[in-house]
């Protein structure tokens, strides 16, 4: 099966899933786009095997072909520290840490540019249900400061931390930098 075929399949089994007929738009760039706004707001239901192996496949060729970074091949910034600006989504690493809402399932606007779309959009359907269930199991939105850790399915990583920071509104306090603090301290307490 080809991209372009794997995209169309998962293009019609999302838009069967909300009951909604589509028209499969002609061009590759905008095939992308509805297919990602489709992923960014589908639910964490579960999906079923042949959807997922269809899923995964596409979303490690486009992975592939955007090209993964590894951080060996980075020059050190100083002693195991390495300044990088890139995506996110093509880190080979142990974990990658993702900027998350307190519900921890992932951004629900449709091809919204940040980082929490982006890593759940990349790491498929599985990220987000595996999100909600380890908010289920919590009973309570997650606070400012703290970290949680899934695996991150389709993306290159092994891992992805999910922290939520400080929500800034108005002046900068001690109180945001402490929480902003406690967000980094909760990453590295999780061991990796």
């Known amino acids: 099966m080809t991209q372009s075929e794997r995209r169309a399949e998962l293009i019609g089994r999302l838009a069967q899933e909300r009951r909604e007929t589509l028209t499969v738009p002609a061009g590759e760039q905008a095939q992308k786009r509805l297919l990602r706004a489709l992923l960014n707001v589908r639910p964490p239901l579960p999906a079923d095997e042949a959807f997922l192996r269809v899923q995964d496949a596409y979303l490690q060729e486009e992975i592939r072909r955007k090209g993964m970074t590894d951080p060996r091949d980075l020059t050190p910034a100083g002693p195991g520290a390495y300044l990088w600006q890139g995506d996110i989504t093509t880190l080979?690493?142990?974990?990658?840490?993702?900027?998350?809402?307190?519900?921890?399932?992932?951004?629900f606007c449709p091809n919204h540019g940040c980082i929490d779309n982006a890593i759940h959009t990349f790491a498929g359907v599985q990220l987000r249900l595996a999100c909600a269930e380890l908010m289920q199991r919590q009973g309570h939105d997650e606070p400012p400061g703290r970290a949680k850790i899934t695996p991150a399915f389709n993306l290159p990583c092994r891992y992805v931390i999910h922290t939520v920071g400080?929500?800034?509104d108005g002046g900068?306090?001690?109180r945001h930098?402490?929480?902003?603090?406690?967000?980094?301290?909760?990453?590295?307490?999780?061991?990796?």
């Open 166 to 168: 400080p929500v800034v």
């Open 172 to 174: 900068l306090t001690g």
């Open 177 to 192: 930098c402490a929480l902003l603090a406690s967000c980094y301290r909760s990453c590295l307490e999780l061991g990796l």
């Open 92 to 107: 080979r690493c142990d974990a990658i840490v993702n900027a998350a809402n307190s519900a921890l399932l992932g951004c």
